[in-house]
């Protein structure tokens, strides 16, 4: 069997429509809950990951605001101001797009105000294997690849104790 990259384009783009067909059949029509503004750092193009994330954050009731892949530090800073997110999720895989991450937390530390800041969680392959640096930076890696994890992750930042009780009940089912 012969396989090109052409055939994981399509294939890409199969995915990306099958999760934003899930995301909308389960998406939960709350328009009160918490805000999360999503982005793959400026020069990443992995973003199947994060649009699972979105999805099943969608499903949890969560106002999700998804930017895309490859999205500069100046745009991500827009979305934030204009949304007012409880949380902002990044996503990084490649080695090369980790500055990306360091310049978005940068713009947005230097541009709002540190009670207007939200907790910025990283997922992606690069948050298993730098979680110390992006923890230096300010940020909370996501040191699982599996989807569920991050957004356990968003909900323990939104509410801590909720999410221990999830956690736990999640474990015991």
Same mark, same amino acid.
């Given at each position: 069997?012969? @396989?090109?990259?052409?055939? &994981?384009?399509?294939?890409?783009?199969?995915?990306?429509?099958?999760?934003?067909?899930? @995301?909308? $059949?389960?998406?939960? !029509?709350? !328009?009160? =809950? +918490?805000?999360?503004?999503?982005?793959?750092?400026?020069? &990443?193009?992995?973003?199947?990951?994060?649009?699972?994330?979105? =999805?099943?954050? $969608?499903?949890?009731?969560?106002?999700?605001?998804?930017?895309?892949?490859?999205?500069?530090?100046?745009?991500?800073?827009?979305?934030v101001q204009l949304h007012r997110p409880k949380v902002i999720?990044?996503? /990084?895989?490649l080695a090369k797009n980790l500055p990306g991450v360091k310049?978005?937390?940068?713009?947005? @530390?230097?541009?709002?105000?540190?009670?207007?800041?939200? +907790?910025?969680?990283?997922?992606?392959?690069?948050?298993? &294997?730098?979680?110390?640096?992006?923890? *230096?930076?300010? *940020?909370?890696?996501?040191?699982?690849?599996?989807?569920? /994890?991050?957004? !356990?992750?968003?909900?323990? /930042?939104?509410?801590? @104790?909720?999410?221990?009780?999830?956690?736990? &009940?999640?474990?015991?089912?």
């Amino acid at each position: 069997m012969v @396989s090109c990259v052409g055939q &994981e384009k399509e294939v890409s783009e199969l995915v990306r429509d099958l999760i934003a067909d899930l @995301s909308l $059949r389960h998406a939960r !029509t709350l !328009t009160d =809950g +918490p805000v999360l503004v999503a982005a793959c750092v400026e020069g &990443e193009r992995h973003e199947l990951g994060l649009r699972m994330v979105c =999805g099943l954050c $969608r499903a949890e009731g969560y106002a999700v605001h998804y930017l895309g892949a490859d999205v500069a530090p100046r745009f991500l800073l827009e979305a934030v101001q204009l949304h007012r997110p409880k949380v902002i999720l990044l996503s /990084v895989k490649l080695a090369k797009n980790l500055p990306g991450v360091k310049d978005a937390i940068d713009v947005l @530390s230097t541009e709002l105000s540190s009670e207007h800041l939200p +907790p910025i969680v990283v997922g992606g392959q690069l948050a298993i &294997e730098q979680p110390e640096m992006l923890r *230096a930076w300010g *940020a909370i890696p996501v040191t699982s690849t599996h989807p569920a /994890v991050a957004v !356990t992750a968003v909900r323990e /930042v939104i509410q801590p @104790s909720a999410a221990v009780i999830t956690s736990a &009940e999640e474990r015991r089912n």
